[in-house]
């Protein structure tokens, strides 16, 4: 069984990552080749990366405790689901902090993506691959992109009924490929540390 978190990548109120967050965790959570947990990263309110030393060359505990409860959630996963909002053609600064701000816990694991925005968060999406190859990652090439999410929601911020149920086949392809990429990098993952 694979460990699969979502990171819900936005915080401000009447976000739309919530309504996205919660329909990609009912499609994840009916599956049995993993198990789903919501990360919502206004539980982890870490401070914007501030530190004299990269997070890349600390081996143990990160110097704040935010950091490190974060450090802890994602050191747990074998793969990652990232609701991923479009500000600016790029991803929300909250959630790229919350990549930059921890190194060795994302390694050698897999990543895949929900983003949205007016064309389905495509531009934040790429900018994340690119990010998540760096912290030694592996992006699925499928992703699920939602389009114009304003426009999904009622005066309240109420998702509509039945508004994403188009976007299930596309949820199942993201879903099918981030499997496939976290189980081979469990079993590799295992073999390196038991020096196989
Ligand atoms: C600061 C800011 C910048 C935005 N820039 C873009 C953009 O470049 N491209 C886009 O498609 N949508 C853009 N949007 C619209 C967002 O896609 C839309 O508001 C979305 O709901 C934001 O995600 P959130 O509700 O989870 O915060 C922007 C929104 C904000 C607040």
Do not use: C
Not at 56 to 71: D, K, R
Not at 162 to 174: C, F, P, R, T
Request: hydrophobic share 40%; charged share 25%; no cysteine.
């Amino acid at each position: 069984m694979l460990n699969i978190k979502i990171i819900i990548g936005s915080t401000r109120p009447n976000r739309f990552s919530e309504h996205a967050g919660a329909w990609i965790y009912e499609i994840a959570k009916a599956r049995t080749d993993m198990e789903v947990e919501v990360l919502d990263l206004r539980d982890y309110p870490m401070p914007f990366y501030n530190e004299p030393i990269s997070p890349s060359y600390i081996m143990g505990e990160y110097p704040n405790p935010e950091v490190n409860n974060w450090a802890k959630k994602i050191a747990e996963a074998d793969g990652f689901i990232i609701v991923a909002p479009e500000y600016n053609r790029g991803p929300s600064a909250v959630l790229k902090n919350s990549l930059d701000s921890i190194s060795k816990e994302w390694k050698y694991k897999a990543i895949t993506f929900v983003g949205y925005g007016s064309v389905g968060g495509g531009r934040s999406i790429e900018q994340l691959r690119l990010n998540s190859v760096e912290l030694w990652m592996t992006p699925t090439r499928n992703a699920v992109h939602i389009f114009e999410p304003w426009t999904l929601v009622d005066e309240k911020n109420n998702l509509k009924a039945g508004v994403l149920d188009h976007y299930e086949g596309s949820a199942i392809g993201a879903l099918d490929n981030l499997v496939f990429l976290a189980t081979a990098l469990q079993e590799a993952r295992a073999k390196i540390s038991t020096g196989k």
